[in-house]
């Protein structure tokens, strides 16, 4: 499996822009990068995933390196309510035809915004 | 359209009784799958359902574990024979062959005295 490292917590102000790392140094060339967050007792919520291209959606932009073994999330506006677990996952198949997918949580990084 | 729905919200239990826990998946999605949370920790993979293929049970922790999908909508986990160590949030997501984007259900709070 290809595995992630994420700082355990950053803080970030409220109105700035939050930027959070990911490195996935292992990622094979077709296993897509998601990132999901959990705000205190809620179930995850899945905010963007992508291959090679950055995206960017109203959530949040995701920038991955040319090279795929980093990216980094991008929140441009960091509010209170963005205070969660944030999570790197790579989607790994689970067949070898490759089309069924678990998603496998680490740890995550604990983003606190401030006022 | 309505999201994942997971009942009930907390169960509360005695040691060595049988709990069963549902999932309501989203429409149309094929996929389902089952996590636990215990506090403070990430999640845990337990069980993963597609179509009509056989599940991937590779992350259930003890055979006391076993769940089930029927239709290819509703899923039951069932924990029997509980254990304190079973206490922890179990969470349900659904996904479809688009984005293979799980959705996440409000999960059950599970504990066993």
Not at chain 1, 33 to 39: D, K, M, S
Not at chain 2, 43 to 68: M, T, V
Request: proline letters at 5%; aromatic letters at 8%; one cysteine or more.
């Amino acid at each position: 499996d290809a595995k992630t490292t994420q700082p355990p917590s950053m803080d970030c102000a409220e109105g700035r822009a939050a930027n959070l790392p990911c490195n996935h140094s292992t990622i094979s060339g077709n296993e897509y990068v998601y990132w999901y967050r959990q705000i205190h007792s809620q179930g995850p919520q899945y905010i963007i995933h992508g291959l090679k291209n950055n995206e960017t959606n109203e959530m949040a932009s995701l920038i991955i390196t040319e090279d795929r073994k980093s990216s980094t999330l991008i929140l441009p506006h960091a509010t209170l309510r963005d205070t969660a677990v944030y999570y790197c996952i790579v989607r790994v198949a689970l067949n070898s035809g490759g089309s069924n997918y678990k998603l496998t949580f680490g740890k995550g990084t604990l983003l606190t915004v401030n006022p | 359209g309505a999201g994942v729905s997971q009942s009930p919200s907390n169960k509360v239990t005695e040691k060595g009784k049988d709990v069963e826990l549902r999932c309501d998946p989203i429409s149309g999605h094929t996929a389902l799958y089952w996590y636990r949370q215990s506090l403070g920790q990430g999640l845990e993979f337990l069980i993963y359902f597609q179509g009509n293929s056989a599940p991937d049970k590779s992350g259930l922790p003890s055979d006391r574990f076993s769940a089930e999908r029927t239709g290819g909508s509703v899923s039951t986990l069932t924990i029997q024979r509980t254990q304190q160590e079973d206490s922890a949030v179990y969470l349900c997501a659904s996904s479809n062959r688009v984005d293979f984007a799980q959705y996440f259900g409000p999960g059950t709070r599970l504990t066993v005295l």
